[in-house]
């Protein structure tokens, strides 16, 4: 039977984000300048409260499915605009995951890994990858020659997994990733990216000349599979555009208010001011992306990742975030400029998200392929 | 608990209307568009299915979710006609109305006559809805001794000269209230219908109440007074899934076409142009899809869902009308003859998207 209410325990972890979000929303602005600066593991706001990514481990049986609430508390995250407590969870964990054997995943488990897929040359198309890794036999090493560019959490990862272009003698020549952890000989992360917005998020280039790894770090999962991590995150980051998107619109309709300006959802096409009549096509426009990444995030946690609707869900919350934070601003004019207030922020932070884990025009591509039973060669 | 799956009853409803849909109304849709007019044959064929009967007879159990199904039912019927999912949601809407909202009274004079056998029209008309109307003029209730006074209109009501009844929301004293008029009341006028641009076969007209003096028993629920925001929430959920099934048989018409026509030296799916208009349409049938479930979901467990459904309906009026005309543009001038459903999809997307408030699920 098909229902869209909570759980108690789903409402009552998601409560605890928004007001841990809340509580976090002071600290927003603070890498503005100091984009060097890496937020805390966490803030003093969070002594005393529980964890909320913790709460969800413990109490699996009583939710909706632990996928859905994981996706919805980085909706949370993002409407505070900074993790009062950091996840500590990246790419890379899920790829591990998917990908290692017992005994790689009991290694890095706890670690944060970063993913290193985009290259200079391209990110969209990792069959692109230059970064080569070289079988050496006679050390049993894999050695690591290329560059990563815009990764996230280069800086503040334990490790992170690259993609690269294996040489094995007996081996084709193929796609596959390795761990590469903080501190080994020839790995070095860049400086920080300078950004137009989420300047709280760790983002580099990874170096790598010479660079020596056990065969043990070798993640020879398949690929397909690898790939198909980003079928998971790819819904997270619709749900990261879903809370920036819902800040701003919450926002401008308390100052909508402050001008008798209110929805009225039975209002007639000519009963509403433009801005209210934009805003409730915002509003529209939200919930639409709202139920795609909870069926994304349904048909994952029951049958495994859908690649056509975990692709839905991020083109449309990357369509959403970028005209919902156009939208506020122009609706609310003045004070959407300026950096008194946060719409300027969110609007320069949420255009990240029809970029970053694969563009909007990347999962229509995806999408086109599916439902026209194309391969890439065909259609590209 | 959040899920998106279909009870077996449900399933075995909707792929019993689908097939429906298909065999029966798709064939018939453009020559009863053309006609103007319904054929008594295809009323009589959608009207077995029951749908309104199942609403209307108080001795059958409802079923589970009864919102949730009419709306699947009625975006499976819109699949193959949207003309003849309309039709049938207009007395659809006005039995629920009753079922749900009126006293043991209303419920007894006028429920029997929808759970027959052959198909009996009503409508919702909201009086206050719709600026066409024209503006000034009065559309409201009064009190008058012994009962109401009904003065105002109603554009475009489906199959208005076949309706038996029309239930008219309209405010009374500053408070919304519903009104049960027969079609044959005095001051009831149905004007000739003048055509419309799409859904032609359901002969819109405009119905004016010129003074129309209703008893008290008229009123929806009598004494106890109705839930009129109700009435229309399922109004809009009606019209949103109507408009999910009419975007999804655009999509499902328009994807193998894309790949059989050839231009260049390839198909014009192989074309990124092409190919991302139809993961557009693929996106946003699904969510407009879903969240007129979820308003209907919501109205099967809550008296209103005001804005889920205000926004489900408008989703679906904005993306249903984005496309079927894409559903034009890629058929080219194919899309434009009436050989083809392109350009009567197109019509009748516009046309459900500006209608409110006539029809219910």
Known sequence: ?380 | MISFALSEEQEIACTAAAEFARSELAPGARAIDEAGALSAAALESVWRLGIVQTVADGAEALPEQPTVLNALLLEELAYGDAAVAVALAGPLGFAKAIAEQGSPRQKQDTLPLFAGDSPRLAAIAHLDAGWFQGAGKPTRAERVAGGYRLVGAKALVPLAAQCSQFLVLAECERERAAYVVAADADGVKIAASKGTLGLRALAMADVTFENVVVPETARLGEAEGADVQRIVDLSRVALSAILSGLARAVYDYALPYTKARVVHGEAIAKKQAVAFKLADMHIATQAMRWMGLRAAAELDVATTATRNARLAQRYAADQGMRIADEGVQLFGGHGFVRDLPLEMWYRHARSLSVLDGLIGA
């Open chain 1, 1 to 380: 039977m098909i229902s869209f209410a909570f759980t108690r325990k789903d409402r009552e972890i998601l409560d605890e984000a928004r007001a841990q979000a809340k509580l976090a929303a002071k600290y927003s602005r603070d890498f503005e300048a100091d984009e060097d600066a890496m937020p805390p593991h966490e803030y003093p706001e969070a002594a005393g409260r529980p964890d909320t990514r913790e709460l969800l481990e413990s109490h699996v049986d009583e939710l909706s499915g632990r996928k859905i609430i994981h996706a919805l508390l980085y909706l949370e995250d993002w409407y505070g605009g900074v993790p009062l407590r950091e996840a500590r969870y990246s790419l890379g964990n899920t790829v591990l995951k998917i990908a290692g054997d017992p005994a790689q995943y009991a290694r890095w488990a706890d670690k944060t890994i970063a993913i290193g897929l985009t290259e200079p040359i391209g990110g969209s198309d990792p069959a692109s990858t230059r970064t080569s890794a070289t079988y050496d036999p006679a050390n049993d090493e894999w050695v690591i020659e290329g560059e990563k560019i815009f990764i996230t959490y280069a800086e503040s990862c334990d490790a992170v997994l690259v993609l690269a272009r294996m040489v094995h003698p007996g081996r084709p020549r193929g796609l596959s990733t390795f761990m590469v952890e903080k501190g080994t000989p020839g790995f070095s992360v860049g400086k920080q990216i300078r950004k137009m917005g989420i300047r709280f998020e760790d983002t580099a280039g990874l170096s790598f000349v010479n660079c020596r790894i056990p065969a043990f770090n070798h993640i020879d999962g398949d690929l397909k599979k690898t790939l198909q991590s980003f079928s998971e995150s790819r819904p997270v980051v619709a749900a990261y555009a879903l809370g920036v998107s819902r800040a701003a619109m919450d926002f401008t309709w308390v100052r909508l208010a402050e001008i008798g300006v209110t929805p009225d959802y039975n209002a007639t096409p000519t009963g509403l001011c433009a801005a209210a009549d934009r805003m409730l096509a915002l509003e529209a426009e939200w919930d639409a992306t709202w139920i795609t990444v909870l069926r994304a995030k349904w048909i994952e946690q029951n049958e495994g990742p859908g690649k056509i609707e975990s692709s839905a869900a991020k083109a449309m919350g990357g369509a959403l975030a970028r005209k919902a934070t156009q939208t506020c601003i122009e609706v609310l004019g003045a004070c959407g400029l300026s950096a008194e207030h946060l719409a300027e922020k969110w609007f320069r932070d949420a255009r990240i998200f029809d970029i970053y884990e694969g563009t909007g025009e990347i999962q229509r591509l995806i999408i086109a392929r599916e439902i026209l039973r194309y391969s890439p060669k065909e259609l590209n």
